[in-house]
């Protein structure tokens, strides 16, 4: 039996669950979904586009129907890496908890001062799940206002990425406050050793739960151009000339070349923007917002949003360079072909890319297809 009716959820979860239009849960839900009902600790190794957030959301809700709430305490904290990754949760949250009378925060970096006063109104009255950037968070419980002991479970969301962007010892300072007796789960893409030790320290008897170890989404096809560094604007223009898409993400490595693909994106009159970091928190937002409505079709973006972010029905992905590390690569990918979906994912080598290449190739056991030049 692979439908949601397998796991005895309470109503308003199953409401939640039509209303989101899920059908079947994905094989991260049959997995994890049992496991953290029985309120075991789990170790998921599972990239985004797999469907882990509901994997997560949808126990953690149906446990908090059960309760009988007295004035608002914390009792999830979901702890993420970027404040894109911690909109979407807070989004799927909105879907799936329409139904039930629930509350929850977003707690995150940037902003102005009162967006830190609503966060600190929000955290002092109590929240039933918490979603937050470690940074931000360590600032409010710093403060001495937040009340933790009623906390029951701990999320750490995207662990890898958290780990690459230095926040292992905010996390493991935001851990020594909560209560020993709680569930743990844990989230990472990939499974280096460091993530198995910090797994260790922080996890009891994990269910291990491995899905499809750091491979992309299997309905991505794959592509990589060979050019030199000064063609890849011309490619990205004929590419973008020929063919319409309905949503596509161009990845740069820098914020100058990020604004220099959509300036030429633009010329062709197509509907582009680009995200990075000069643009404060709104504007992102409202990019975001208008990629995720269709407003937009092009995203020319920097790393900043390369993991975590949910965006329906991408047709194409251009890594107009190599990412960092294979990972990265993995992630992007992971835009695409979500949810069994297909998509194109292409990426651009030049002479300086070809060591990335070669390291993304070794990582996923297979040499990628090189397009003939003209094609
Ligand atoms: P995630 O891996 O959590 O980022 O989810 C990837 C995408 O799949 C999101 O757009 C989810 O809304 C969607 N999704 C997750 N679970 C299901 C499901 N059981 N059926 C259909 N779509 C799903």
Same mark, same amino acid.
């Given at each position: ?33 049992? %496991? ?9 190794? %599972? ?7 509901? %994997? ?18 914390? +009792? ?65 419980? %710093?403060?001495? +206002? ?15 990425? #958290? ?124 990019? #975001? ?39 990265? +690569? ?46």
């Amino acid at each position: 039996m692979s439908e949601f009716k397998q796991f005895n959820f309470k109503d308003e979860v199953f409401q939640g669950i039509d209303a989101m239009g899920y059908e079947k849960p994905t094989p991260i839900q049959i997995e994890a979904i049992p %496991a953290i009902m029985e309120g075991k600790d789990v170790l998921g190794c %599972a990239q985004t586009g797999t469907g882990k957030t509901a %994997a997560f959301l949808l126990p953690i809700l149906n446990r908090l129907c059960d309760k009988d709430i007295e004035g608002d305490k914390i +009792y999830t904290m979901i702890i993420v890496p970027t404040r894109e990754l911690a909109l979407q949760i807070d989004q799927q949250l909105e879907g799936f908890g329409y139904f039930m009378n629930l509350s929850f925060i977003s707690v995150y970096g940037g902003g102005d001062s009162s967006t830190w006063e609503q966060q600190k109104t929000a955290l002092v009255m109590g929240a039933e799940i918490v979603i937050a950037t470690p940074g931000r968070l360590l600032s409010h419980l %710093a403060l001495g +206002y937040v009340d933790l002991s009623h906390l029951e479970c701990l999320i750490l969301d995207e662990a890898d990425r #958290m780990l690459d962007m230095g926040f292992y010892d905010d996390i493991m300072t935001i851990i020594k406050l909560l209560p020993k007796k709680r569930q743990n789960l844990l989230f990472s893409a990939t499974m280096p050793s460091r993530i198995r030790t910090m797994a260790k320290t922080i996890l009891k008897n994990p269910v291990q739960i491995d899905i499809a170890a750091s491979k992309p989404a299997d309905g991505a096809i794959q592509g990589v151009y060979m050019l030199e560094e000064q063609q890849k604007l011309d490619k990205i223009v004929e590419l973008f000339s020929k063919d319409e898409v309905a949503g596509a993400i161009v990845f740069a490595s820098s914020k100058i070349r990020v604004k220099e693909i959509n300036s030429a994106l633009k010329k062709l009159k197509l509907s582009v923007a680009a995200i990075h970091s000069d643009l404060d928190q709104k504007e992102r937002e409202q990019v #975001m917002r208008d990629f995720k409505n269709r407003k937009l079709q092009i995203l020319v973006a920097t790393d900043i949003i390369s993991r975590g972010i949910d965006v329906e029905g991408l047709d194409l992905i251009i890594n107009y360079d190599v990412p960092r590390d294979p990972e990265d +690569y993995i992630h992007r990918i992971g835009r695409t072909a979500r949810a069994e979906k297909s998509g194109v994912a292409l990426t651009f080598v030049s002479k300086k890319d070809i060591g990335g290449l070669k390291k993304i190739e070794r990582f996923l056991g297979k040499q990628l297809f090189k397009i003939p030049s003209g094609s």
